[in-house]
DNA sequence: AACCCGCATGAAAACGATTACGTTGCTGCT
DNA sequence: AGCAGCAACGTAATCGTTTTCATGCGGGTT
């Protein structure tokens, strides 16, 4: 009946009345309308799908969190396909979530614009998270690396540490560039003079452990040592503790994301942090905000800021928290 | 066209020629089915919800790993709704659930049998995990908490230990509880003279340091503590550092979950692995086995086993993990 | 009193797939 | 040659909702 399918949604056009006795008797019934015939009349799903690789621990379920409480917020609910390591997975996942999702939202190193452009069709709106992509045809919401890396290592050198060395994430990772790009940037502003100082690194703790080798190796040692990430940095806490060096009397010691582990190695590690939560929250309300504009919202760039957090390893005992806010920057 | 369904289906009554024209056409025109319209008429949705509470960290994130990957292995679709702290919102997630889904993977402390009755239809398949319902009309699939308690109490006492006190969870919390008579099972088999010592606790790190404290404040201090989580054991060891004991000389240490901290704090932590990811595996395929039968399945109660993971907290330095295996029992 | 307008309501089409059923055409047997 | 049987394929019904459109009713205006 039609004025069912009224009185259950708008409501507009039915009696009071009518509409009281309809909602009595849908739930007496229990009546629940089927989603699917909804879907299909309607052509939305009010659901958004979660495209995101293989990630552990911490980052996964607070992101997830984020873009859940969102979702729900909002009426929609959340189809979740992670653990992709490989493009063609990641692609599988996606063209088999066609069709049952409003959106998509998408957090992959591999995924670019082409092949956005060619397992997509353009009519369904996507949010990239972390992403690398610079499209006019997508939004891209991105962490703050450049200026979190650059607000850290600032503070290392400004604390008094002469020398900042650094020890770099994969080549091939977008936030480990942005988080080097930050290193060198603030170098070069506040300590012109000192070396810059890079060692290798692949954001295992493995990989820490060994660059940390590496710089207790080389003859002149750094006064501070900046990870690109907080498990780096605790396997180079591992090295320097073997060396019998002291953190941070011996040398200075800061990481990046603030993982919970950061809290409790010895000593406590200063880093960056990430409000994750958040990030999931934006890139779900962006997703939103482009659903229900009928004509297609322009392409936004978007970068969220993190605050560092200081600890004990960094040498410096003051509570600063220099955090920036949300900095947008739309273009065309 | 019938034909077209056909051929992109089973394939079966369908000349291998047309077929082929079919193939080609559709991916010509990058044709993909309507999931709705089929959901429609098939009445399947090829999709499971996961119902969680309000987790964080790894046990969140390895959970949905192990779901998502059997998921995805099984073509099936996984919707999450996570972060609920009521039992109210919790149904109704489960209320708006309804019909998208093939079937319901439920983690709840608060949902019980009646609970289910009033909010699902009973013809839904579910599979509840870590949940002390005992109902003949769902599959329960629960981790060993009895038994990974009273092994870790167990070695503790024939280290050499002479008394084990125990800091226990919440007390409404069925984890808590079947860790707790395992502690009590296994004093009572390997040390029936020494006296059971149960401080409270509510799985925080806070309530942790104050279990500590309290420990140390009595008189007769034990030789070894069994926190019922890990994160109170961290929260103990701050508590015994501050007080200036030696874990383990002074006084042993030992956790459940072997959440990722547990290895990086100094000493490191003894304490219970559970296998996660297998949790959610084994869950999804119980329900799927459920999907696949037409008649109602026997409901099911299986227990996955967990194993002890001893480092060097706990005063053994030997590497012993005592592994249970899988047993299962089911009941009519 | 006649007419018109607005509003509540029901009838029917549409969405896009699956599937039961009917039709066609071919093969092979008598 | 005629007929039975079978396989391939198309027609049409179906799923449950939304939405458009027509209908009828009541009230207000002239």
Redesign the interface.
């Known amino acids: 009946m039609a004025s069912v399918s009224r009185a259950m949604n708008g409501g507009s056009g039915v009696t009071a009345a009518t509409s009281e006795r309809i909602h009595a008797a849908a739930s007496r019934l ?1 009546y ?6 909804r ?2 009349i309607t052509r939305r ?1 009010n ?1 958004i799908g979660a495209l995101l690789p293989d ?4 980052f ?3 992101l ?2 984020g873009i ?2 969102a979702a ?1 917020a909002r009426g929609f ?7 992709h390591d490989s493009a063609e997975e990641a692609a599988a ?1 996606m ?6 999702v409003d959106g998509l939202l998408i957090l992959s190193a591999r995924v670019d614009a082409a092949f956005l452009r060619s397992n997509l ?1 353009k009519s369904l709106p996507v949010v990239l998270i972390n992403s690398a992509v610079k499209s006019t045809a997508h939004t891209v919401l991105n962490v703050d690396n450049f200026a979190g890396a650059s607000a850290m290592v600032q503070h290392l050198l400004q604390a008094g540490h002469a020398s900042v060395a650094f020890i770099a994430g994969p080549q091939s990772n977008f936030d480990a560039q942005q988080r080097d790009k930050g290193y060198r940037a603030a170098m070069a502003k506040y300590a012109p003079n000192a070396p810059i100082h890079i060692v290798a690194g692949d954001f295992t703790e493995e990989s820490g452990y060994r660059a940390g080798r590496e710089l207790l190796a080389q003859q002149t040692r750094p006064r501070a040592v900046f990870a690109a990430n907080d498990m780096m940095a ?1 396997g180079c806490l591992t090295a320097f503790k073997e060396a019998g060096l002291h953190v941070p009397q011996d040398i200075a010691l800061a990481g990046f994301d603030d993982i ?2 950061a809290r ?3 000593p406590p590690l200063s880093t960056v942090r990430v409000r994750i939560v958040e990030l999931g929250r934006i890139a779900l309300e962006q997703l939103v905000a482009q659903l229900e504009k009928t004509e297609p919202l322009p392409a936004h760039a978007d970068t969220l800021g993190c605050e560092i957090v200081i600890r004990e390893s960094c040498g410096a005992s003051l509570i600063a928290t220099s955090s920036q806010n949300i900095l947008s920057t739309s273009h065309p």
Chains 1, 2 share one sequence.
Do not use: C, K, N, W
């Open positions: 229990q629940v309308p089927h989603a699917a015939a879907m299909l799903s659901t990630l552990h621990g911490e996964f379920s607070e997830i969190r859940d409480l729900r609910h959340l189809l979740v396909s992670s653990s996942a063209r088999s979530m066609q069709g049952r069709p605790v919970p582990v409790y190695v010895t």
